[in-house]
C-alpha cells in the first residue's frame, strides 16, 4: 500500500536533506561527488550524520549554468540513485520529467523542481501518478542569467504570491497539498540585500502554510556580508547562523551540504524554541 504520509509528518521541524551534487561544476563542490562512487559515500555518510534524505542531482544551477541534456543527467544520477535504493531516502533534484520519472521508479520519495513546474509540462503528471512529494522553488529569471538584475517592488510579497500560485497550481494538476512544500529559492534571481529581506520575512511564506525549505547552505550572499564583494560561496559559520534564522522564522527542511553541523546547530535552535 502508498504510504501518503503529509509531508509534515514525514519531515518533523528542523529535518536536514542533505546536498549530493553528481557534477563538474556546482558551485560550491563541483566535482567533488561526480564519480557515483563518491556520491554514494556521501549519501551514505549524511544519513549517517542525521540527514532526513539526501538530495542528488545532476545538474547545476548556479548562476551562469547552462544545464545539461537529459541523457548526460540520467548518466550522472542513475548509478548513484540505483546504489542507494531501499538504503538511504533520496529526493531528485531535477526539473526533468524523465529524470524524474526513473528517480521515483528507483525509489526517490521527493521531486526538488527549482522551476516549480514551469519547466517541462510533463512533470506534474510525473508527481501526480507517483504521489511523490514535491518541492516547489521561486526562481526569477533562469539560471543562465538570473543574477543580471534581479528586480523586485516587495520580494517577500512577490515571492508568496508566486508561491501560492504554483502551490494552486500543483494542486490542480492533482498533486496532493499535503504532499507539498514550499522554497523561497534563496539566491536564485536575488541580490544580496534581497536574499536576507526575504529571510528576514520569512515569516510570510511560512504563513502560506505549507512546510518550507530553505537552501541557504553556502550560497555566495553569506560569503559577500562578510565583506567579499566576488564571493562565490559563504562559509560553514555563516550557512549555520541563516539556518538557525530561518529555523527562528519557521523553516521546515534545511537543504545543507554540511549536514553533521546543520544537524547540531538545529537541534540546539529546537532546544531553545521548546
Ligand atoms: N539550491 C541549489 C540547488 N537546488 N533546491 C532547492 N529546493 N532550494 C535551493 O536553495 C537549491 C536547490 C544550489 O545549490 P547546489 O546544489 O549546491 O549548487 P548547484 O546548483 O551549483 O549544483
Known amino acids: 500500500m502508498?504510504?501518503?504520509?503529509?509531508?509534515?509528518?514525514?519531515?518533523?521541524?528542523?529535518?536536514?536533506?542533505g546536498v549530493v551534487n553528481v557534477t563538474p561544476d556546482s558551485f560550491s563542490d563541483g566535482g567533488v561527488n561526480?564519480?557515483?562512487?563518491?556520491?554514494?559515500?556521501?549519501?551514505?555518510?549524511?544519513?549517517?550524520?542525521?540527514?532526513?534524505?539526501?538530495?542528488?542531482?545532476?545538474?547545476?544551477?548556479?548562476?551562469?549554468?547552462?544545464?545539461?541534456?537529459?541523457d548526460d543527467e540520467l548518466?550522472?544520477?542513475?548509478?548513484?540513485?540505483?546504489?542507494?535504493?531501499?538504503?538511504?531516502?533520496?529526493?531528485?533534484?531535477?526539473?526533468?520529467?524523465?529524470?524524474?520519472?526513473?528517480?521515483?521508479?528507483?525509489?526517490?520519495?521527493?521531486?526538488?523542481?527549482?522551476?516549480?513546474?514551469r519547466g517541462d509540462p510533463d512533470l506534474a503528471e510525473v508527481v501526480a501518478s507517483s504521489q511523490a512529494y514535491l518541492c516547489l522553488m521561486h526562481m526569477q529569471g533562469e539560471p543562465r542569467t538570473m543574477q543580471h538584475d534581479p528586480t523586485y517592488e516587495d520580494v517577500a510579497g512577490e515571492v508568496a504570491a508566486f508561491l501560492e500560485e504554483r502551490l494552486r497550481f500543483a494542486v490542480d494538476a492533482g498533486i496532493p497539498e499535503e504532499r507539498i512544500c514550499l522554497d523561497p529559492g534563496f539566491g536564485f534571481g536575488k541580490t544580496v540585500e534581497q536574499n536576507f529581506e526575504l529571510l528576514a520575512r520569512l515569516g510570510e511564506i511560512v504563513a502560506l502554510g505549507r512546510p518550507v525549505l530553505v537552501g541557504l547552505s553556502r550560497k555566495r550572499s553569506l560569503g559577500r556580508i562578510l565583506g567579499d564583494p566576488e564571493a562565490i560561496t559563504g562559509p560553514l559559520s555563516a550557512s549555520l547562523a541563516a539556518a538557525v534564522e530561518a529555523y527562528e522564522r519557521g523553516a521546515t527542511i534545511f537543504r545543507a551540504h554540511d549536514v553533521r553541523e546543520h544537524v547540531e546547530a538545529l537541534t540546539v535552535a529546537a532546544a531553545v524554541a521548546r
Open 2 to 17: 502508498q504510504d501518503l504520509t503529509p509531508l509534515g509528518e514525514r519531515f518533523v521541524r528542523p529535518s536536514v536533506m
Open 75 to 117: 548518466r550522472r544520477v542513475v548509478p548513484v540513485l540505483e546504489a542507494l535504493q531501499g538504503q538511504v531516502p533520496v529526493s531528485i533534484d531535477t526539473a526533468k520529467a524523465e529524470v524524474a520519472r526513473r528517480a521515483l521508479a528507483l525509489g526517490a520519495e521527493l521531486v526538488n523542481d527549482v522551476t516549480a513546474l
Open 34 to 70: 561526480f564519480e557515483a562512487d563518491d556520491a554514494v559515500a556521501a549519501a551514505r555518510r549524511m544519513a549517517e550524520e542525521g540527514a532526513a534524505i539526501v538530495d542528488v542531482g545532476g545538474e547545476s544551477t548556479r548562476p551562469g549554468s547552462d544545464g545539461v541534456s537529459l
